[in-house]
């Protein structure tokens, strides 16, 4: 076995031809770039995502047809702010640069950037002023989506207007050298125009043919797990969740029967979950092994209140259980595991300098001898993107449609110390969330609905007698791929019937309160 961690990171071959088709988008630091790079696998142009220090030679060897210069907090006059090579934009490529992507290139070419006099942020009017591919066919006068504090006051030389507000210069661009620069987000839904913008540049300036296709990322997944594997075995880490068994799948259809999943009860599953998870893996045929393991992962989180602590003693003890069962299930050499972008994003700053929101024990929190070569062929995938990949596997609805679950289970959604008691408690009101949800038809139409036990009691009055007992938050909300998220309106009657059963069948608990928090500024889960 292995003692060195590996991580092997499968991605799609982006069409069979002889010239790949591929979009690198250089992460300076927003929260968002992942979302540029979504919107460019829509349009059916394959992207990546990529730090922004990457050297050009880098880049010339992955023959992109094109670069994307992200958003970032940074002021590019700033000492110590991010910022690429600048023969990068001498390459021959196109270029557009988005926010600060845009000032960068303003910045580095001779440009002048300042703080603006007057900052832009959220909905403005932009009046498209010069002639240019990238607005052709658009309305002249359309609403986009700002966030700057600096400006780009003075393009390069060489460089034309192509739009403004009435605050700022809103797009410029060097047609001859293939270089552009927007000041809003096309990336984001607020610019309702932004897809057709980036469709402009990818077909139209770019000469991408858009003819990347999940379907390509299976196929060519597929044939680099095989080649990997070889004649080894993997064990796969199966949460009964839509990534890990998507991921499962994937690679079952890649080894076969050499792949055994491996579900973990750590005791801090919701109600019924370990017996109902066991039985649809055996309705698809997979083999899985199922461990109890409760009692050792709720010893160790005995006493613990700090959410960072809790996540990694939980990720620290998955892998012990992991080398255990390994151990007994004969030599094993793989570990998959369904990491997707937004974990990856969230966890650790691989890619440029984005922030670290939250560890996770699949990602952020790995030992550096872990013992295995991980395989993670969801890696570069979003949520939607794998539920895609599941229905052309043919993964039952049942499981593609089942909501998130965080890998620490319910001891981020137990708010403090992770006792049984206070375990029992969450169990039970988030199995009414979850029932009063799908007997209202929601259950499919939102991202995620669960309760939350906050480490908060109230008084309160039940039979005439004074109470002091404590608090449930219930959460629900809708989005697309977890990176954002909006709080659901949901209906007062349907609130109302969760508020009375948990008050009334979960003893311990005598105050509701509904979490109307959206991501950011929030995230989905409370720890």
Known sequence: ??????????????????????????????????????????????????????????????????????????????EGAPRCDPAILELGLPVLGICYGVQLMAHVLGGEVAPSDRREYGAAQLEVVGESPLFAGLPREMTVWMSHGDEVRRPPEGFRILARTDRSIGAIAHPERGLYGVQFHPEVAHTPYGREILRRFLFDIAGCRGQWRLSAFIESTIARIREEVGSGRALCALSGGVDSSVA??????????????????????????????????????????????????????????????????????????????????GPIEFLVQGTTYPDVIESTSVRGPSAVIKSHHNVGGLPEHLGFRLIE???????????????????????????????????????????????????????????????????????????????????????????????????????????????????????????????????????????????????????
Request: with cysteine; hydrophobic share 40%; charged share 30%.
């Open 248 to 329: 499962a799948a994937l690679v079952a259809r890649a080894i076969g029967p050499r792949l055994i999943g491996l579900f973990v009860d750590n005791g801090l599953l919701r109600r019924g979950e370990f017996e109902e998870v066991l039985c649809a893996y055996e309705r698809m045929g997979m083999r899985v092994h199922g461990v109890r393991a409760g009692e050792r992962f709720l010893r160790r989180l005995r006493g613990i209140t700090d959410p960072e602590q809790k996540r990694k003693i939980i990720g620290a003890e998955f892998i012990a259980v992991f080398r255990e069962e390994a151990a007994r299930l």
């Open 1 to 78: 076995m292995s003692t060195t961690a590996r991580v092997l990171t499968v991605t799609a071959e982006h069409e069979a031809s002889s010239e790949p088709e591929v979009v690198l988008v250089l992460d300076f630091g927003s929260q968002y770039t992942q979302l540029i790079g979504r919107r460019i696998r829509e349009l059916g142009v394959y992207s990546e995502i990529v730090p922004f220090s990457i050297p050009p030679d880098r880049i010339r060897a992955r023959q992109p047809r094109a670069l994307i210069l992200s958003g970032g907090p940074r002021s590019v006059y700033e």
């Open 377 to 527: 062929p969801l890696r570069e995938l979003f949520k939607d993107e794998v539920r895609e990949v599941g229905r052309q596997l043919g993964v039952p609805r049942e499981i593609l449609e089942r909501h998130p679950f965080p890998g620490p289970g319910l001891a981020v959604r137990v708010l403090g110390e992770v006792t049984p008691q206070r375990l029992e408690i969450v169990r039970a009101a988030d199995a009414i969330v979850v029932e009063e949800i799908r007997r209202a038809g929601l259950y499919e139409q939102v991202w995620q609905a669960f309760a939350v036990l906050l480490p908060v009691s109230s008084v309160g009055v039940m039979g005439d007698e004074r109470t002091y007992e404590q608090t449930i938050a219930i959460r629900i909300v809708s989005s697309v791929d977890g990176m954002t998220a909006d709080w659901v309106r949901v209906p007062y009657d349907v609130l109302e019937r969760m508020a009375h059963r948990i008050v009334s069948e979960v003893r311990g608990v005598n105050r509701v309160v509904y979490d109307i928090s959206s991501k950011p500024p929030s995230t989905i889960e409370w720890e």
